[in-house]
T-cell receptor, first 114, second 110 residues
Framework: DTEVTQTPKHLVMGMTNKKSLKCEQHMGHRAMYWYKQKAKKPPELMFVYSYEKLSINESVPSRFSPECPNSSLLNLHLHALQPEDSALYLC?????????????FGSGTRLTVV | GIQVEQSPPDLILQEGANSTLRCNFSDSVNNLQWFHQNPWGQLINLFYIPSGTKQNGRLSATTVATERYSLLYISSSQTTDSGVYFCAVEPYTNAGKSTFGDGTTLTVKP
C-alpha cells in the first residue's frame, strides 16, 4: 500500500461516458500531479496542482479536466474519451512544487476506453 | 523542453551481478529523482538526488549536476530488482514539472 490512494484501480468506459478518477493523500503535501503512461512508455505530465494553483500541460485535450476540492484530493474528470486515451493514469504528491522534495506515487488507475 | 536520455535501454543480469544505469539531461535542474516501476505499474521513489551521492542498502546514486548526468548503481542484484528504472528531472526553467526519461528495463535472472 502507498500513502497516495487512487480509485478505481481499473476502469472500462465507453466513448460517450463521463467518469472520474480520484486521488487522495494524507501526508500534508501541497502539490499533486496527474501523469499518463502508455504501455512501454515513460509517464507524461498532465496537470500540476500546487498551492491552489493549477498548471496544465498544453498538449492535454479538454476532455480531461482536473478538480481539486481540497488540499488532499485531486480528481480527474473524463468525458468523451477516445480509445487512444486508454492508459495507466498515475497520481503523485510532493511536499511542495518547485522545491527539493521527492514524489510519492499512487498505484494508478488502468483505464480502457471502448 | 529539457531532454532526458537513459542508457542502456535494456539490461539483463545474472543474480548477484552489479550494474550501472545512466541518466543524461540537457539543462540545469532543481530536482532529479530515480524511480523503480514494478511489473504491476507501481512507481517507487528510490532517490531524490539533484547533486551529490546517496546510498540506500544495495542501491546508490550519484549526480554530477555541472556535467548534467546521474548514475544509479545496483549491487548484488536480486530477481526482485527487475523492472523499469526511470530518471525524472525538474528543470530550473519549468519548476514543478518533472520530465521522465524513457527508462532502463532491467531483467535479473536467477
Amino acid at each position: 500500500d502507498t500513502e497516495v490512494t487512487q480509485t478505481p484501480k481499473h476502469l472500462v468506459m465507453g466513448m460517450t461516458n463521463k467518469k472520474s478518477l480520484k486521488c487522495e493523500q494524507h501526508m500534508g503535501h501541497r502539490a499533486m500531479y496527474w501523469y499518463k503512461q502508455k504501455a512501454k512508455k515513460p509517464p507524461e505530465l498532465m496537470f500540476v496542482y500546487s498551492y491552489e494553483k493549477l498548471s496544465i500541460n498544453e498538449s492535454v485535450p479538454s476532455r480531461f479536466s482536473p478538480e481539486c476540492p481540497n488540499s488532499s484530493l485531486l480528481n480527474l474528470h473524463l468525458h468523451a474519451l477516445q480509445p487512444e486515451d486508454s492508459a495507466l493514469y498515475l497520481c503523485a504528491s510532493s511536499q511542495a512544487e518547485g522545491q527539493t522534495y521527492g514524489y510519492t506515487f499512487g498505484s494508478g488507475t488502468r483505464l480502457t476506453v471502448v | 523542453g529539457i531532454q532526458v536520455e537513459q542508457s542502456p535501454p535494456d539490461l539483463i543480469l545474472q543474480e548477484g551481478a552489479n550494474s550501472t544505469l545512466r541518466c543524461n539531461f540537457s539543462d540545469s535542474v532543481n530536482n532529479l529523482q530515480w524511480f523503480h516501476q514494478n511489473p504491476w505499474g507501481q512507481l517507487i521513489n528510490l532517490f531524490y538526488i539533484p547533486s551529490g551521492t546517496k546510498q540506500n542498502g544495495r542501491l546508490s546514486a550519484t549526480t554530477v549536476a555541472t556535467e548534467r548526468y546521474s548514475l544509479l548503481y545496483i549491487s548484488s542484484s536480486q530477481t526482485t530488482d527487475s523492472g523499469v528504472y526511470f530518471c525524472a528531472v525538474e528543470p530550473y526553467t519549468n519548476a514543478g514539472k518533472s520530465t521522465f526519461g524513457d527508462g532502463t528495463t532491467l531483467t535479473v535472472k536467477p
